[in-house]
């Protein structure tokens, strides 16, 4: 199935910094994030199933999942949460296999797949043949997704209290991406790893 990195951290940790120079150094990447809002836009395959669990009140006018109505109801409510993620990470899970197969037909070295939730969505271990976590403080979490989103410090820390603790994460890491500093730093790092995972990913092709 070819050499694949999955790719973790917290909110606001850098996995897009990260993910942006692997994709430049040739690495196949591959962000369940983005497939996650492929399956949910207008038409999206995961939307039927959604409509049927949730009714109309989880869809927008354009067919597409309504994210603000949808984050209530999940917030709220863990069982509806649990529902959710029954349709979409089974689908998520597959299209990225997929993507990463063929991506690897193509010639891609080695996939790296972004999963935010690396922890958090389990069975990681058969699915990667190395985990990298992007690790910085959660003061610098905090600061980075403010300024990004325009988020109030109280409604981020809500997010960060309700992810995995950044020693769990750390405690499944094969390699951690220390982002306490600059982009260059993050981006010299991104690429020892590159080197290492070529070089992995070779070994496993003999
Ligand atoms: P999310 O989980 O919310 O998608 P993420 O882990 O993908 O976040 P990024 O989007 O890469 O994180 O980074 C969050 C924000 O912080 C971005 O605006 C990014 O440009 C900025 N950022 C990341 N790393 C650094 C750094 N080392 N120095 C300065 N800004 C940074």
């Known amino acids: 199935r ?3 990195v999955g790719l973790g951290g917290g909110i606001g940790s850098g996995k897009s910094a990260a993910a ?12 369940a994030d983005v497939i996650s809002h492929e399956l949910t836009g207008p038409g999206g395959a995961a939307m039927p199933a959604i409509e049927q669990a949730f009714g109309a009140e ?18 709220a409510d863990a069982s509806r949460r649990a529902q959710l993620e029954a349709i979409l990470h089974p689908m998520i899970r597959a299209v990225s296999d997929a993507r990463r ?5 193509a010639g891609a070295p080695y ?5 935010p939730l690396l922890i958090e969505s389990g069975n990681h271990r058969d699915r990667f043949d190395r985990i990298a976590i992007v690790d910085c403080s959660e003061a610098l979490q905090v600061k980075r997704v403010m300024a990004r989103s325009g988020l109030a410090a109280a409604e981020v820390a809500a997010i960060l209290a309700a992810q995995a603790s950044r020693q769990a994460r750390l405690a499944i890491a094969d390699d951690v991406i220390h982002n306490d500093a600059d982009l260059e730093t993050l981006r010299t790092q991104v690429g020892v790893l590159h080197a290492k995972y070529c070089a992995l990913a070779d070994k496993m092709r003999d």
Do not use: C, K, P, T
């Open 2 to 4: 070819g050499f694949s």
């Open 20 to 31: 942006d120079r692997f994709a430049e150094l040739g690495a196949a990447v591959i962000d």
């Open 58 to 75: 989880a869809m927008a006018a354009d067919g597409s999942l309504d994210r603000a109505a949808m984050r209530r109801l999940v917030f």
């Open 101 to 105: 197969d063929a991506a690897i037909i």
């Open 111 to 115: 996939a790296v797949m972004v999963i």
